[in-house]
Protein backbone atom coordinates (compact mmCIF):
# COMPACT_ATOMS: atom_id res chain seq x y z
CA UNK A 1 0.00 0.00 0.00
CA UNK A 2 0.87 3.39 -1.12
CA UNK A 3 1.70 6.28 2.00
CA UNK A 4 2.72 9.72 1.05
CA UNK A 5 3.74 11.34 4.26
CA UNK A 6 4.22 15.23 3.99
CA UNK A 7 6.37 17.07 6.46
CA UNK A 8 7.98 20.75 7.18
CA UNK A 9 5.20 23.21 6.38
CA UNK A 10 5.15 25.90 8.93
CA UNK A 11 4.65 30.00 9.80
CA UNK A 12 7.16 32.14 7.97
CA UNK A 13 7.51 35.77 7.04
CA UNK A 14 7.39 36.75 3.61
CA UNK A 15 11.17 36.36 1.27
CA UNK A 16 11.78 33.95 3.81
CA UNK A 17 12.18 29.53 2.98
CA UNK A 18 11.12 26.25 3.79
CA UNK A 19 11.57 22.75 2.43
CA UNK A 20 8.97 20.43 2.71
CA UNK A 21 9.31 17.04 1.94
CA UNK A 22 7.49 13.72 1.58
CA UNK A 23 8.24 10.07 2.19
CA UNK A 24 7.03 7.48 0.12
CA UNK A 25 6.51 3.88 0.61
CA UNK A 26 5.03 1.08 -0.08
CA UNK A 27 6.29 -0.16 -3.36
CA UNK A 28 9.21 0.91 -6.05
CA UNK A 29 8.42 4.24 -7.24
CA UNK A 30 11.55 4.70 -9.69
CA UNK A 31 9.27 4.65 -12.65
CA UNK A 32 6.28 7.10 -10.78
CA UNK A 33 5.92 10.62 -11.47
CA UNK A 34 5.89 12.70 -8.43
CA UNK A 35 4.39 16.10 -7.74
CA UNK A 36 3.55 19.09 -5.44
CA UNK A 37 0.05 20.47 -5.59
CA UNK A 38 -1.70 23.05 -3.14
CA UNK A 39 -5.08 24.26 -2.24
CA UNK A 40 -7.00 27.31 -0.59
CA UNK A 41 -9.79 26.99 0.79
CA UNK A 42 -12.79 27.22 -1.20
CA UNK A 43 -10.25 26.93 -4.46
CA UNK A 44 -9.17 23.95 -6.36
CA UNK A 45 -6.47 21.74 -6.09
CA UNK A 46 -3.66 23.70 -8.35
CA UNK A 47 0.00 22.34 -9.60
CA UNK A 48 3.04 23.79 -8.24
CA UNK A 49 5.47 21.27 -9.86
CA UNK A 50 6.65 17.61 -10.76
CA UNK A 51 9.14 15.81 -11.99
CA UNK A 52 9.62 11.80 -12.69
CA UNK A 53 11.45 9.76 -9.99
CA UNK A 54 14.65 9.75 -12.03
CA UNK A 55 14.58 13.28 -12.02
CA UNK A 56 15.04 13.71 -16.14
CA UNK A 57 12.00 15.08 -16.42
CA UNK A 58 10.77 18.57 -14.05
CA UNK A 59 7.68 20.87 -14.89
CA UNK A 60 6.74 24.02 -12.47
CA UNK A 61 3.91 26.15 -12.46
CA UNK A 62 4.64 29.75 -13.63
CA UNK A 63 3.76 31.11 -10.49
CA UNK A 64 6.87 29.32 -8.95
CA UNK A 65 9.23 29.32 -11.70
CA UNK A 66 12.43 31.26 -11.91
CA UNK A 67 14.22 29.72 -9.27
CA UNK A 68 11.47 30.19 -6.16
CA UNK A 69 10.84 26.66 -5.90
CA UNK A 70 13.06 23.71 -6.74
CA UNK A 71 11.83 20.20 -6.78
CA UNK A 72 14.17 16.94 -6.63
CA UNK A 73 14.11 13.44 -5.12
CA UNK A 74 16.59 11.75 -3.04
CA UNK A 75 16.08 7.48 -4.38
CA UNK A 76 18.18 6.66 -1.71
CA UNK A 77 15.65 7.76 0.92
CA UNK A 78 12.83 7.72 -1.40
CA UNK A 79 11.41 10.76 -0.38
CA UNK A 80 10.10 14.15 -2.53
CA UNK A 81 11.61 17.66 -1.77
CA UNK A 82 10.20 21.08 -2.32
CA UNK A 83 12.50 23.81 -1.59
CA UNK A 84 10.61 26.89 -1.22
CA UNK A 85 12.32 30.15 -1.16
CA UNK A 86 11.52 34.07 -1.66
CA UNK A 87 8.16 33.34 -0.34
CA UNK A 88 5.21 35.51 -0.96
CA UNK A 89 1.58 35.61 1.41
CA UNK A 90 -0.12 34.19 -2.18
CA UNK A 91 2.03 31.04 -1.50
CA UNK A 92 -0.19 29.93 1.59
CA UNK A 93 -1.67 27.07 1.50
CA UNK A 94 -1.95 23.29 2.01
CA UNK A 95 0.80 21.49 0.40
CA UNK A 96 0.12 18.24 -0.83
CA UNK A 97 2.43 15.32 -2.57
CA UNK A 98 1.43 13.39 -4.89
CA UNK A 99 2.33 9.78 -6.97
CA UNK A 100 1.34 9.01 -10.50
CA UNK A 101 2.04 5.36 -11.63
CA UNK A 102 2.92 6.95 -14.83
CA UNK A 103 6.19 8.07 -15.90
CA UNK A 104 5.17 11.22 -16.52
CA UNK A 105 1.80 12.68 -15.28
CA UNK A 106 2.18 16.37 -15.93
CA UNK A 107 -0.28 18.92 -14.47
CA UNK A 108 -3.44 17.53 -14.03
CA UNK A 109 -4.53 16.52 -10.54
CA UNK A 110 -6.77 13.42 -12.06
CA UNK A 111 -3.44 11.52 -13.45
CA UNK A 112 -2.21 11.03 -9.84
CA UNK A 113 -3.26 8.35 -7.99
CA UNK A 114 -1.55 8.58 -4.70
CA UNK A 115 -2.09 11.61 -2.16
CA UNK A 116 -0.37 12.80 1.21
CA UNK A 117 -2.65 13.92 3.86
CA UNK A 118 -1.30 17.81 3.36
CA UNK A 119 0.98 19.92 5.11
CA UNK A 120 -0.09 23.67 5.83
CA UNK A 121 2.28 26.47 4.37
CA UNK A 122 1.55 30.19 5.25
CA UNK A 123 3.62 33.24 4.84
CA UNK A 124 2.90 36.44 6.63
CA UNK A 125 3.26 39.60 5.18
Known amino acids: QVQLVESGGGLVQAGGSLRLACAAS????????MAWFRQTPGKEREFVAT?????????YADSVKGGRFTISTDNAKNTLYLQMNSLKPEDTAVYYC?????????????????WGQGTQVTVSS
Open 26 to 33: GRTFRNYA
Open 98 to 114: AASSSYWAGKSVGLYHY
Open 51 to 59: ITWSGDRIS
